[in-house]
């Protein structure tokens, strides 16, 4: 037996695989953290960093570029050449930022690609979401524990002074539903650990008193439990006429007063359909009261005052919405509030779409949308679990996608369920098993 073949295992070289294995829970992490807590061009940057690292290493190896990851983005890269194309001379400084923000949808979505690409492991990367979330709920409750008067103010004080929440707890919340009583098997989660994450972020999501927490919170559980696997407009149909129903009891019980409906939770969520109301109020008042509803009619009034070209493809990037009043929104170099105008963003995402880049980028976001659920759909009804789960999460992450955009900007704005479903779109269609085999050191070369 010739012992210069013999392999030793070697202990330091297997921690360091290990270490290197781990690196894209790592960032995940990181990412989930610092959205909606740190200025939003660093996670960006560091997104933006990590896909074009990847795309230098694919372009130097003979690997085929992945046609399932082009259908997510190419209705987004389109979207972008529409707006630069209609909004050619527009003033640079908001032309350039109009395309850095819409671009931030195709930079999440490849980088969650390109993080479960490095480590193709779904449970090592749906863990690092679910930590994510719990760390971000915890900061959370930690304001009411710092700040025990906190529990005497009202839901309109409460959230001006600490926040709306993050969709990160809600998120955390879809993967451990997905996943119910298999945390330890399939998500490698232990159990104890998994039911205080879900106790932690259910408590977390509760105490931000959203409107908007709680529907995509609602949307995960009931994608989670495989809900939308099979037959899913019957079951939308379904949903819609139970929620309408809710609603207009909900509005029955509660008084007509504008002031009890601003301080409470279910005031606030009975009053939501006058909030979204397309309407050109004339009341300053009324408008601060409906401000998404007055804020979509003035989009809507840019858009029809446009040319026959711009009716179809927008008025392009850099063309502000006209308020038409001075509001105090506008942060400026000193961090106060500055009296504006214009509208750079708009609430509404699909709206903003309208005014940038026509019905055309409306359809494309659309799509990009319909082609992330039918990737999940396809084995969201699947016998095994390990397929099953995570491929409901990405109908999860779909849904959302289009409801937080008609809402707050949503998909547009990139974050985290738009990292996820990159993430999943890699997952689901290279096989969702979990992969325990370490990632090979770098050969040198010889």
């Not at 610092?34 to 130097?60: C, E, K, R, T």
């Not at 259910?202 to 495989?226: D, K, Y």
């Not at 129903?245 to 359909?273: H, T, V, Y």
Request: include cysteine.
């Amino acid at each position: 037996m010739n012992l210069a073949t013999v392999h030793i295992p070697d202990p330091l070289q297997a921690t360091q695989q290990k270490k290197m294995a781990s690196w894209p829970a790592a960032w995940i992490v990181l990412i989930v953290v610092s959205v909606g807590n740190l200025p939003v061009g660093i996670p960006y940057a560091l997104n933006l960093v990590l896909v074009m690292y990847a795309a230098i290493f694919w372009a130097a190896s003979n690997e085929k570029f992945d046609t399932r990851l082009w259908h997510a983005i190419w209705p987004f890269c389109l979207i972008i050449v529409l707006g630069l194309i209609s909004g050619h001379g527009a003033d640079r400084y908001l032309y350039l930022k109009d395309a850095w923000y819409a671009s931030a949808a195709a930079v999440y979505l490849c980088a969650g690609y390109v993080l479960y690409r490095c480590q193709p492991d779904v449970a090592l990367g749906l863990r690092a979401f679910v930590l994510g979330g719990t760390l971000l709920a915890l900061y959370h409750l930690s304001n009411f524990v710092r700040h025990p008067e906190l529990l005497r103010m009202s839901v309109v004080q409460l959230r001006e002074v600490v926040g709306f929440g993050s969709p990160a707890p809600p998120l955390a919340l879809a993967i451990l539903f997905a996943y119910f009583r298999r945390w330890s098997t399939d998500l490698k989660l232990p159990t104890w650990m998994a039911l205080g994450c879900m106790l932690i972020c259910l408590v977390g999501v509760a105490s931000t008193f959203s409107r908007q927490g709680a529907v995509i919170t609602f949307i995960g559980l009931l994608a989670a439990v495989g809900s939308f696997s099979r037959r899913e407009l019957l079951r939308f149909g379904l949903l819609a006429l139970l929620g309408g129903m809710a609603l207009l009891a909900l509005r029955i019980g509660l008084e007509a007063d504008l002031g009890s409906f601003q301080n409470s939770f279910l005031g606030k969520l009975a009053r939501a359909p006058e909030e979204l109301t397309i309407r050109d109020y004339a009341n300053r008042m009324d408008i601060i009261a409906n401000w998404r509803g007055y804020e979509t009619s003035r989009a809507l009034h840019a858009y029809a005052i446009g040319t026959p070209f711009e009716w179809v493809f927008g008025r392009g990037f850099g063309h502000n919405v006209d308020l038409g009043l001075f509001m105090n929104m506008g942060t400026g170099t000193t961090g106060e509030r500055e009296r504006i105008n214009l509208a750079p963003i708009l609430h509404n995402g699909y709206a903003f779409m309208l005014v940038k880049a026509g019905p055309v980028a409306i359809a494309l976001f659309l799509a990009a949308i319909a082609w992330l659920y039918r990737m999940g759909r396809r084995q969201a009804a699947s016998a095994t679990p390990a397929i099953a789960a995570p491929s409901r999460v990405l109908q999860a992450c779909a849904l959302v996608m289009m409801f937080v955009t008609w809402i707050s900007m949503g998909a547009l704005a990139g974050g985290h369920f738009v990292l996820a479903a990159g993430y999943l779109l890699a997952a689901v269609t290279r096989g969702a098993e979990p992969s325990t085999r370490p990632v090979p050191p770098t050969q040198p070369y010889r």
